[in-house]
């Protein structure tokens, strides 16, 4: 991709799962990266898995505190930011009727709290430097609902106009998109998906396979890139065309 060389990159939840792959992926594009992450063990796994890491940053999303002082760190390691992928995100099954106050709390402030609150501190330092681009972590089940996961659902939708929003105010200087990704194969899900349930999901999909987080990793490094630079305020499906169709498209 043209224009990744030596950008500075922070990526949010990249100890792990999509974010891992995508800091492997900026490093291949000669980019300068580091992670933010919640756990400590998965940040040291990185660093040993992918050495030219230029920092991990342990901190909670979702702590407006612990945010701001991890972004004192970031300056002190980076001396600003041209690149935030903010994909930091949990999730919990669980029927409506049973989401606790708590747990309601728990997932917003992780996935749509956290969002707001890096993006806040990244887009100033952005803002009084050169520019930049925020790519915000959204997911297919911000545009459909989905069974169970009634406050991750809320909080996707929440990233979309969210990310809309701040397009408008940052622009010109920064491009604001959301990525919305479909299944996708992380090693947690991979141990946990029985052939069965691999196989019904599978049959949901017009390409009959579940995403890679590579695939993702892909989609980020085209959006930061020059490539997409008269792109901004959208968001972008990957799901194998899983959400394409309604109802009355199923066989
Ligand atoms: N895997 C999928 O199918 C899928 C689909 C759509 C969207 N997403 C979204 O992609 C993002 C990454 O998902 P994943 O599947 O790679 O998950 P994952 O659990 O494999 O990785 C998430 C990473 O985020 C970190 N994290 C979680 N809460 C944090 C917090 N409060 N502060 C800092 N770090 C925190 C975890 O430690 C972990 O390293 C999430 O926002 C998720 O909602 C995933």
Redesign the pocket.
Known sequence: MRGLLDKRVLI????????LATAKRFLEEGSRVAI????AA?CRSAQQQLPGLQGTIL????DDKAVARAFQELDGLFGGLDVLIN?????IRQPFLSITPEQWRTVTG??LD?VFLVAQQAARRMLAGNGGVILN?G???GLVGYHYYADYNAG?AGVIELSRSMALELGPTIRVNAVC????M?P??EAEYTPEMRRSFENKIPLRKLGK?EDVAALFAFLASDEAAFISGQYFVIDGGEIAGGLASQA
């Open positions: 949010t939840g990249g100890a792990g799962g999509i974010g933010l992450d919640r756990d998965a901190a909670d999303v979702s994909n930091a995100g949990i999730s992780v996935n956290g972590m997911s297919t089940n996707k990704p479909g299944f996708i992380t947690m899900q987080p």
